[in-house]
């Protein structure tokens, strides 16, 4: 049984659109609403994510000499806050994602 995720539904409307197979309302409002469930999961990774990188700039900033500036400029430059970043941008992806999706399924409604 294969795992429902929000990289997979992505993935598999992405594929869709890049073949430009019609898709039903239906499915994109199935979609948006597999997707708006599957948020709980990628704020808890938001939440550990912000966790650790406030825990990576309060190490930065117990080194002794250590100003505010170059702490940031430390945690910046680090994986963790590369994870963040790109989970921040993910959510905002599936956001606008499920906003598109339930506006082409009022659309295609009208079609009718």
């Known amino acids: 049984m294969n795992d429902v995720t929000l990289d997979g539904i992505i993935e598999w409307m992405k594929v869709q659109v890049e073949n430009k197979n019609p898709i039903a309302a239906s499915t ?8 708006n469930l599957l948020l709980l999961d990628l704020d808890d990774l938001l939440v550990d994510a912000e966790m650790e990188v406030n825990k990576l700039t309060h190490e930065f900033l117990l080194v002794p ?10 945690v910046r430059s680090s994986d ?17 994602f499920i906003r598109l999706a339930k506006k082409r399924t009022e659309l295609q409604a009208w079609d009718v």
């Open 28 to 35: 994109w409002l199935d979609a948006a609403a597999k997707l």
């Open 65 to 74: 000499g250590a100003t505010v500036a170059s702490s940031k400029t430390a």
């Open 80 to 96: 963790a806050y590369g994870k963040l970043l790109k989970l921040k941008a993910k959510k905002e992806r599936v956001t606008e």
